[in-house]
């Protein structure tokens, strides 16, 4: 069948399909006319309304092109306290901080700075990007290192803890630094260069000599960070391994900087399919019109979208906000796939919840909104141990009769076992 945006294009093309219905182009609601933009070759990304202001406000002189180059937001993005307070009003808590030092880089890209608010705060976004003097108390059960992941793996920047599966640390960069990174022990090391070849060729001799290991996570620091040539280097190394079967990326990018979600790069990463994408989301104040526009351009090339979200005290750490994300995630077809409880890096108190908030969050949706838009709620266990589920009690009694189960509405139910009668 062909796309609406075929059909559109000449008349012949439709004659030929004067039996089938007419194709009805949605006036539904601006905002998920908004959200729901087509790429296509010849279509240029969107600037949203918010982006749109504030390059009007400070880069009044640069065109439309150039704020959708993705080199030329990295090149722009903010790395200094001098550039942070030419942007935003800053408050004693922020600017404390600037003149200690910090365990993890600043860097946040003009794009996605126009999303922070200029003087709040306490809005989410701007909480997870811009540093305060909380970063600096430490407190006794923090570490560097706190999944242990030093202590799995058995060559540099490669984590092989499950059975069949390896996490390849492919760089040290990211696009942005969120203040609360799992790994901001490993970018702070390596911020500014990606990883040298010579340390790829030994994770790539090790996977090839496991061939236990059928899926292998890219992760880093920010994979999509690196240039398409670098990329498609690794990506085909890997691909000449017959037991890899999938390969993952995880990246925030698509959320710091959709520009680079480019036609050239999408063209890259489907030649080497099945290829899965976990996308760092935070926050409903993410999913603008270029982001909605990265991810279905990711999404039409085949790649399965999912998200990973920290849950984050007063940034996302309340049902309703959540839920949005999720809600919205799934608009531009991106499935929930983990909520993870903040892990405990040096300076992250600030930021961590009780555990009872994910239960919280995941009573609050199950039952209430689509299955789809459920992720798994996990605690990477200190030390190493891996992801362990937690989900709401919803067995209330376990007897010989059967399990008492409580329904979302709080309602019991029993369910009753087979009896074994042969
Ligand atoms: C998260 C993670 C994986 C992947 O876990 P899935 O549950 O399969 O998504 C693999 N290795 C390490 C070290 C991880 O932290």
Known sequence: MRSPRSLSLTSSVHEENETEPPVVVSTSGTESQENSPEPGPNLSPPIGEVSKRFKERYFSDTSNDQWNNWQWQSAHSITTWQELGYYFTLSEQEMMSAHMEKRLPMRITPYYASLIDPVNTLQPIRRTMIPVQDELLLSPEEKADPLGEENQSPVPQLVHRYPDRALFLTTGVCAAYCRYCTRSHMVSKKDKVHSSLVVWDAALKYISEHPEIRDVLLSGGDPLTMSDS?????????RQIPHVEIIRIGTKVPVVLPQRITEGLVGVLKKYHPLLMSI???????????????????????????????????????????????????????????????????GSAHFRTPVSKGLEIIQGLRGFTSGYAIPHFVIDAPGGGGKIPLLPDYVAERNSEGYLLRNYEGKYFLYREPIDQF
């Open 230 to 238: 670098r990329l498609e280097y690794l990506l085909s190394r890997l």
């Open 280 to 346: 760092h989301f935070t926050h409903p104040d993410e999913i603008t019109p270029e982001v909605a526009f990265a991810c279905t351009r990711l999404a039409d090339a085949g790649i399965p979208l999912g998200s990973q979200t920290v849950l984050l005290k007063g940034v996302n750490d309340e049902v309703e906000v959540y839920r949005k994300l999720a809600q919205q995630l799934l608009k531009i077809r991106v499935k929930p796939y983990y909520l993870y409880q903040c892990d405990p890096i040096p």
